[in-house]
């Protein structure tokens, strides 16, 4: 069965960087679009950014300029450079990859903490 498989979250000072990766493990048919959400305590989960096939990107206004979403198409995997980081920041990330058929599938969570 395919699973998304996070890594790199961590507990980080305002105003530093951390890295996460999302590799794809097993067979996804037709993955149009991969990204990242998050949920902090007591809140909604939200979008923070995506990359759809072909590489267009589209950013939640509240990381723009600070956050990178990237992909290595090779090795399935899909990253999020965030820079610049606030103790907002702070949530749990989620990876996710949607399909033409209208599926979703989740990662875990890796928990992101910054620090004032």
Same mark, same amino acid.
């Given at each position: ?7 790199? %979250?961590?507990?980080? /000072? &305002?105003? =530093?960087?951390? @890295? ?9 048919? !037709?993955? *149009?679009?991969? %990204?990242?959400?998050? /949920? &902090?305590? =007591?809140?909604? @989960? ?9 590489? !267009?990107? *589209? ?58």
């Amino acid at each position: 069965q395919a699973q998304l498989v996070e890594s790199g %979250g961590g507990l980080v /000072q &305002a105003g =530093g960087s951390l @890295r996460l990766s999302c590799t794809v493990s097993g067979s996804i048919f !037709s993955i *149009n679009v991969m %990204g990242w959400y998050r /949920q &902090a305590p =007591g809140k909604q @989960r939200e979008l923070v950014a995506q990359i759809f096939t072909g590489g !267009s990107t *589209n950013y939640a206004d509240s990381v723009k300029g600070r956050f990178t979403i990237s992909e290595d198409n090779a090795n399935d995997t899909v990253y999020l450079q965030m820079n610049s980081l606030k103790p907002e920041d702070t949530a749990v990330y989620y990876c996710y990859a949607g399909t033409l058929a209208q599926k979703a599938y989740w990662g875990q969570g890796t928990q992101v903490t910054v620090s004032s």
